[in-house]
């Protein structure tokens, strides 16, 4: 039978919590939906918006999670998966299975997505290249 009593109700309206700095990315804004606190870690889920240029995109990386999900609510963005170019539009949804060696590495200005991460404390852990890197679109 589900446990129903380790998790908490939580409904979070468009103005209780605000784009904020300080998320995993600077060139991001953050915007908390109070999941993280109502799964008491379990899982995360967050707006997350571009603020600035791609200049760097993210790095080479990969995220020690169990799950992890992006739905692309405006804008695009385009990721290498290893070594393929991913365009990741609005009302797309992407799966990025753990461990998956991954680039952010350009954007639209509008760009918005909202992620769900198992566990909500996931680690992004940086990894050698799995090839060369596209230049970003300017704004």
Not at 30 to 52: M, P, S
């Amino acid at each position: 039978m589900l446990d129903r009593t380790t998790t908490l109700f939580s409904h979070v309206k468009p103005n209780d919590t605000a784009f904020v700095r300080g998320g995993l990315r600077d060139f991001f804004l953050y915007r908390d939906l109070g999941i993280a606190e109502a799964t008491h870690g379990k899982v995360i889920a967050h707006l997350v918006k571009a603020n600035e240029p791609p200049d760097g995109g993210t790095g080479w990386h990969i995220h020690e999670a169990d799950f992890q999900i992006v739905i692309m609510t405006k804008g695009w963005a385009k990721f290498m998966y290893e070594d393929q170019v991913t365009l990741v539009e609005a009302g797309d949804v992407v799966h990025q299975r753990p461990g998956i060696r991954h680039y952010l590495f350009d954007y639209s200005p509008d760009m918005e997505y909202l992620e769900i991460v198992s566990p909500a404390d996931f680690k992004s852990v940086p990894v050698e290249p799995a090839c060369e890197i596209p230049p970003p679109t300017p704004w």
